[in-house]
């Protein structure tokens, strides 16, 4: 079997979209390949303008240019624009550091010559040599192309070119380096740098986890929800009234999705949901309960998020409660509940439902009311919103323009919005890749989606809603009482490991720390630039050594199983500084004491973060745990 055979099975399974455009190239005809003996050596000639890839020759240019990422030698990531003739990446790939090389070129047929000249079904079959297509690159496909574990060394990320030859695409080099910037700066504001929301999710859903047990399983819902084809999720957007009178039509032939906030509006206009869902964690939230009559709940699931308030959980009169778990927290699947997980990887109650339309199978998606954008008349929500048509208010210094539905120009939105739109971009990707599910964006205003068809919600009514069937009811099945027993027992075993877990991390946590604090009091007087002068290297690498300790104990032990993405907003901002770090050069002795003194610096932070949250989060277990004790208590006495 020839290189390039190999190279393309292993991209069948890792890349298929490249894999698609390849194998329809029978041979080069925009490019000459000129090879001597040795393939290493192989320049190519770009046949429309006759510019070789490489002026000389090419080894030595190659040689030359790799010799100066000498730099990068401890970087775990490197992302270069253009994939030349290949053989800086077979030198590149020598090196043990590196994880991944990302590569972006915009000629698909050069591609197609460095697979013939090169063996890299290797490194493409275990993820550490990545390759798209510049004209596939974007934002949605490069946030799938580039793995998340990456994302914690965006303050290394430089996208290099390795040849002049480059040169001729700036435009699109500076296009798809904006992107990746922008993709960068999403996963920063996303994270976050405060835990008070996941302190404040972590008390709800201790407390919410008995009525979440007593009631029916997330696989549940999604084997019993798919009574249609199709669909319908209402959000608020300020669209949302010229729709309803299309959705009243349809209703007993769709399965209505309807955002928290939609609840009360959809009530007015006589048009019951089938599911509603909500994501917040406020008490706010409750106000759209508050505000349905008990008669408009009948029948309704509730598949809520169980994190959102307890009094949310009161106003609820009604219906069939189903309680489900994100997948954005160790906590979650730690409690070893998993039939009750794991949706809400978004941001909004409206992310929410499409994930869980999508999870239960749908055929079609259809969003109305989703603009993500304020009205013409600068509304931001729709007619009948109980917090008002204008409750987020247009703010000019912070608010961005983005392409409008239809790709009509730009419509207004702000930071938050953009995050929801990231969400229903990566979601609509994944979706359009496995070819099962249509999602249609019947807004018919606001914000452009991509990956979603932009087709009228009347012509949706027409073409895709069969009404030779009324649909029926989702009902859905408890647990028994002796199966809810066990989940509630088990559940509070798991507490009380946790509780164990945080106390044993913190002790080992202060005591590292107050190691830190002896070494930086003893040496901050000094003058960073002279720092290798007066400490010891021996000293520094012992302490970094400590620090890799609790390192690891606190990544790779039990205690992360639960605590580390409950801590991680609080000391995420904190490990890019420490991912840039821990890459850089080892060269000199100087280097090497300097790069240990800021590791030590950096730890020093981050030890004390953890430390404190550790503290609040024992406290909220102690305060919550004993609503599974109580409900445990209440139901053994039900059963003797």
Not at 68 to 75: A, G
Not at 193 to 209: C, R, V
């Amino acid at each position: 079997m020839d290189k390039y055979q190999k190279n393309l099975i292993v991209l069948k399974k890792h890349n298929t979209y490249l894999y698609d455009k390849l194998v329809k190239i029978k041979t080069n005809s925009i490019f000459e390949v000129f090879v001597n003996q040795d393939i290493n050596n192989a320049n190519i000639l770009d046949t429309r303008d006759n510019i070789p890839m490489y002026e000389k020759n090419p080894i030595d240019e190659i040689n030359i240019y790799h010799k100066s990422l000498e730099k990068y030698k401890y970087y775990k990531s490197l992302y270069f624009y253009g994939i030349g003739n290949g053989y800086l990446f077979k030198k590149l790939l020598k090196n043990n550091h590196l994880e991944k090389i990302y590569i972006i070129e915009p000629e698909l047929e050069l591609i197609y010559i460095t697979l013939n000249l090169f063996d890299f079904s290797n490194d493409i079959s275990i993820n550490r040599l990545k390759i798209i297509h510049s004209k596939d690159a974007t934002p949605s496909n490069l946030h799938l192309f580039i793995d998340e574990i990456d994302f914690i060394y965006f303050k290394t990320y430089t996208l290099n070119l390795q040849c002049n030859f480059y040169d001729k695409y700036i435009d699109d080099i500076n296009k798809i380096n904006k992107t990746i910037i922008k993709m960068f700066s999403y996963h920063v504001n996303a994270t976050g740098n405060d835990t008070t929301d996941e302190l404040l999710g972590l008390k709800h859903f201790i407390h919410n986890l008995p009525t979440m047990i007593k009631n029916p399983t997330l696989e549940e819902l999604t084997k019993k929800a798919k009574t249609t084809k199709t669909a319908i999720i209402v959000a608020t957007g300020p669209s949302l009234e010229k729709q309803l009178p299309i959705l009243k039509n349809i209703k007993d032939y769709v399965t209505i999705f309807s955002v928290d906030a939609s609840l009360p509006i959809l009530e007015k206009a006589d048009i019951k949901p089938d599911i509603v869902t909500s994501i917040e964690r406020v008490e706010a939230t409750s106000k759209f309960y508050e505000n349905t009559s008990k008669d408009f709940q009948k029948d309704i699931v509730f598949a809520l998020t169980s994190i959102v308030d307890k009094k949310l959980l009161d106003n609820i009169k009604d219906g069939q409660l189903q309680l489900n778990m994100r997948p954005t927290g160790n906590h979650y699947a730690y409690m070893d509940l998993h039939k009750w997980g794991y949706v809400g990887v978004g941001m909004s109650s409206a992310n929410l439902a499409y994930e869980l339309a999508s999870m239960i199978g749908f055929e079609n998606i259809v969003l109305i009311g989703q603009d993500l954008a304020y009205g013409k008349d600068g509304k931001s929500h729709s007619k009948n919103h109980i917090f008002g048509e204008d409750e987020v208010k247009e703010n000019d210094t912070k608010d961005d323009f983005i392409l409008a539905y239809g790709k009509d120009g730009k419509v207004k939105t702000t930071k938050v919005w953009k995050l929801f739109l990231s969400g229903y971009i990566k979601a609509i990707s994944e979706n359009n890749k496995k070819g099962k599910i249509k999602t249609i964006n019947s807004t018919e205003g606001g914000a452009h989606i991509e990956g979603a068809l932009e087709i009228p919600f009347e012509e949706v009514a027409k073409k895709y809603i069969d009404t030779s069937k009324k649909k029926d009811k989702i009902k859905l099945r408890k647990l028994s009482e002796d199966e809810i027993i066990e989940k509630l027992k088990n559940s509070d075993i798991k507490i009380q490991k946790a509780v164990q877990l945080g106390h044993d991390m913190s002790k080992n946590i202060k005591k590292l720390l107050k190691e830190l604090t002896i070494m930086i009091k003893k040496y901050q007087k000094y003058d960073i630039e002279t720092i290798d002068k007066h400490l010891k290297e021996k000293d520094a690498k012992k302490l970094v050594d400590k620090i890799a300790v609790i390192r690891d104990k606190y990544y790779n032990g039990e205690f992360g199983s639960f605590y580390r993405l409950l801590i991680s907003p609080l000391i995420t901002h904190i490990e890019y500084d420490i991912a840039y770090w821990s890459v850089q050069s080892e060269g000199s002795k100087r280097a090497r004491i300097l790069k240990n003194w800021k590791m030590i610096v950096t730890h020093h932070e981050w030890a004390y973060r953890i430390m404190i949250n550790i503290e609040s989060i024992l406290k909220i277990i102690k305060e919550e745990k004993h609503s599974i004790r109580n409900a445990l208590t209440q139901y053994e006495e039900i059963t003797v």
